[in-house]
């Protein structure tokens, strides 16, 4: 069975990342085929499953900053698209109801508003992998898209408590003492290396520390995860944790996937409800639209937004089998819902490859806010008379900024991915600007480059700077760029794509270690007779 289920799981997989689909298609439509000849779900899979999505919520929280839900335009924005969408899904469904669709006959009102409020999420899961594929996750519109999705997953969690009546141990209280741990915390993971001890680290944070714990007291696991994660979020090493599980959790969301198209038997009625539900997607895309431009952010940020979330949320499926053991839903309705939720991903994942172009097709009749109306989170960048275009603050982008302002003065602006590493580098008085290069949405909002008379590509990811590389020769800059790489081929690779020059950090660090050294040291070393080294080499050999 297991040999089975890897084997249409990659050969499924394969074939959607050949047609330039997200492999997560594949997945989908191996469950549906899988369970087509009679395969269940096995308990084993359904672990796995539940393990990635609880690493996946981990790793959002090592990412997202806790001050992004406190903002307006996240935990409102949510909260008006959540109401709005249940109103307007119950009155479909109700109209539904009263013209004799077979499914919904005998579903009173309050089922029926259950269901619609349901439909009114969207899938953590998806919408985080199909911005990690991207490479979007730094965005602005990456950003909300996250921030409503943690806003709908506190929602579902008051939802499920109130639903099944069953209200957190009275020892709940005691979660509150875990901001008060985060230097152990942090001590911890000092402590823990870079190898497989970080690893272990992550599982006994997100599996014990949070799942554990959140369910010991009656809470969802998969928040106890999110609520971990987000007290680690602030290391330094926070970003190396979540790479060093990105793998393994991929593998264990292949499980989830493979899951949702194992998880009912389709009948005639359930598939024309779920055809139904996929005809109103498109109302509940609007609605993401219009509650996100409300709050004046630009046409493109909200319409990126909406097709991120463009979809419905497993959460549905939760609620449907719950709905079900209590006997509000007959048992076709969680086939029906199971069909909308996969179908739904499979439609939403080639129209969010397509975002750019959507937006291009759309942007000459879709009203764009005035430069003084944007919200501040997404107003344009101006580099104003900088001359020196820094891509990356690290330690070589900070070196050569310090650098180029001793030589030459305030010339240089800095790009820094990271708002709290923007806002040191502005303590420490350097001009630098929250922003991430490796986005197409940084490259929207920059207004000119005119000024700009060099570029320094320090990014220290190769494709990082390839992208940005080719984002300004999109642009025609005619100004000078110099990138850094990690190999020789990387260096002839952006020569030969029109650097004017490329530094390989490891020569160039071994040659400014021993230019320092011979700077503060400033040592004295005997001369050498050339000949008597190689006679002594000589006599050694021999």
Known sequence: ???????????????????????????????????????????????????????????????????????KEIWASSTLHNIAST???????????????????????????LLAFA????????????????????????????????????????????????????????????PFLRPILYKLLD????GEMLVLFGFFMALVMGAGLFTLVGLKADLGALVIGMLLAGHSKASELSKSLFNIKEVFLVCFFLNIGLSGAPTLDAAILALIFLLLLPIKGIFYFLTINLF??????????????????????????????????????????????????????????????????????????????????????????????????????????????????????????????????????????????????FWERILDIANVQLVLLAMPHHQGNQFALEQLKARNYQGQIAAIAAYSDQVTELCENGVDAAFNIYNEAGAGFARHVCEKLNPQFKQINVGNWDKSVDLQDH
């Open 1 to 71: 069975m297991d040999i089975i289920l890897i084997i249409t799981a990659f050969v499924s997989g394969f074939l959607a990342l050949r047609l330039n689909l997200p492999p997560l298609v594949g997945f989908l439509i191996a469950g549906f085929v899988l369970q087509h000849y009679g395969i269940e779900t096995t308990p084993a899979l359904d672990t796995l499953s539940n393990l990635g999505v609880t690493l996946l919520l981990f790793t959002i929280g090592l990412k997202l900053d806790i001050k992004i839900l406190l903002n």
């Open 87 to 113: 109103l307007f899904f119950t009155a479909i469904l109700i109209g539904l109801k009263v013209i004799g669709v077979n499914l919904l006959h005998g579903v009173q009102v309050p089922q029926l508003l």
């Open 119 to 178: 439909l009114s999420f969207s899938s953590t899961v998806f919408a985080i992998k199909t911005l990690e594929e991207k490479g979007a996750m730094n965005s602005t519109y990456a950003m909300i898209s996250i921030g409503i999705l943690v806003m709908q997953d506190i929602f579902a969690v008051l939802f499920l408590t109130i639903s099944t009546g069953k209200i957190p141990e009275w020892y709940a209280i005691c979660l509150f003492v875990l």
């Open 191 to 194: 402590k823990c290396g870079h």
């Open 296 to 441: 004046k952010f630009r046409v493109r940020t909200s319409l990126l937004t909406a097709l991120t979330l463009f979809n419905f949320s497993e959460f549905a499926l939760i609620v449907s089998a719950l709905a079900y053991k209590l006997s509000w839903l007959p048992s076709e309705m969680m086939a029906a819902i199971a069909i909308a939720v996969s179908l739904s991903f499979i439609i939403s994942a080639p129209i969010n490859n397509m975002g750019h172009k959507i937006y291009r097709h759309c942007s000459s009749w879709l009203k764009e806010q005035t430069d003084e109306k944007l919200n501040l989170h997404d107003k344009r960048i101006n580099p104003g008379n900088a001359q020196v275009l820094i891509l990356g603050m690290g330690r070589i982008g900070t070196g050569a900024y310090d650098e180029i302002r001793t030589r030459y003065g305030k010339i240089c602006l800095g790009i820094e991915t990271r708002q709290d590493i923007a806002q040191t580098h502005r303590s420490s008085g350097r001009n630098v600007i929250q922003g991430d290069a490796t986005d197409s949405d």
